[in-house]
């Protein structure tokens, strides 16, 4: 039985892809971005007891050495994913796809499609796979969302059964993609071109942050690349927010409307036709 560690489902979510969809984040990632909203979802509990004693509802003990998560008692405040020194959560579960979609199946009546994140969810790539053909026998559409580092031609059989992927482009030059994530971005360029080659790129995503991103170098770097591709694919300029972020951003202000502005400009100049600023 393929399971996957989840840190959570949201049953409807109309921001992770288009209509109203069942968004189901894993856990983990293979890079740790500056400016990460969410994270705890980064990293395994290791167990270190840091979070038990802060939780209000005792909806958190330790049983045979490692930390335990009583659902029923959580009042979801998140003061353990706000207490852990990781980023990391306790409240992620071993899920079979069967598991999974009983979840999901809950919601059909009133989702379109379901929509995989993370973290980053390609490093779960066989579960992933089997979850789509799950969901697509039972006639709903699949996305994924993803930064893009895990190498996506390998994948054939996920990909055969994946609508599409809504692909985060964190930077463009190699030295500032390291600064912000801790990792390189060569990978993403190539799944870039093979996405786009094989019609698999729902959405791109660039987060704006002056002095972090080079967002009008991401906007030229992406037209140069998939030319004849990308005009008609919709491009987000998402302006960065502190909520969630810990660390070096935490507090950090995001781009002002006029330099949101301006990258739709340039974004139009270059060539989208679809610019959405959010």
Known sequence: MTCAPVNRIIPLSVVDGPGNRTAVFLQGCNIACAYCHNPETQHSCISCGECVGGCPSGALG?????????????????????????????????????????EIRRNVPFIRGITVSGGECMLHAGFVEELFRAARAEGLGTLIDSNG???????????????????????????????????????????????AETGRIEELRIVCLDGEVDAEAVIRGIAETIPGHFRDIPLKLIRFRPHGVRGRLEGHAGPDDGTMERYRETAIQNGFNKVIIR
């Open 62 to 102: 330790i049983v045979d050495g490692k930390v335990s998560w009583d659902s029923a008692r959580c009042i979801m405040c998140d003061r353990c994913i706000k207490t852990c020194p990781r980023n990391a959560s306790p409240k992620v579960k071993q899920m079979s796809v069967e598991e999974v979609m009983d």
């Open 149 to 195: 580092t895990v190498d996506f031609s390998r994948h054939p059989g996920l990909m055969s059964v994946t609508d599409g992927v809504m692909l985060d482009v964190k930077s463009w030059d190699e030295d500032a993609f390291r600064r912000l994530t801790g990792a390189s971005g060569a990978m993403v360029k190539r799944n870039l071109r093979y996405l």
